[in-house]
């Protein structure tokens, strides 16, 4: 049974960080392409940081230069690092599998986490 469980998430000021951690059991890690998505109250589900099997990453614009993705195949663990939080930054978080390639579109994910809130306030 995959199982993908989100972590990390919280309550910061404008400016803060926070790291999220996605703890996998189940998968073959390191065969996966990996994903942090984000979702905020009306708005469509958003991939945020994506990483490929040889720890290629990429970024979507608004987050450049503030969010880090990385992995640790001995753990099974995806992160997410995130400086410089902004209010536009409060959504629900999410880490997702794939085999599609490094993709920002959610369709392209197989598997995924129940997902942690990250709120931040002015």
């Known amino acids: 049974q995959v199982q993908l469980v989100e972590s990390g998430g919280g309550s910061v000021q404008a400016g803060g960080s926070l790291r999220l951690s996605c703890v996998t059991s189940g998968i073959a890690f390191d065969r996966y392409y990996w994903g942090w998505f984000r979702q905020a109250p009306g708005k469509e589900r958003e991939g945020v940081a994506i990483i490929d099997l040889a720890g290629v990453t990429r970024n979507v614009d608004s987050v450049k230069g503030r969010f880090s993705v990385s992995q640790d195949n001995a753990k099974n663990t995806l992160y997410l690092q995130m400086n410089s939080l902004k209010p536009e930054d409060t959504a629900i978080y999410y880490c997702?599998?794939?085999?599609?390639?490094?993709?920002?579109?959610?369709?392209?994910?197989?598997?995924w986490g129940q997902g942690t809130q990250v709120t931040v306030s002015s």
């Open positions: 997702a599998a794939g085999t599609r390639g490094l993709v920002f579109a959610p369709e392209s994910y197989t598997y």
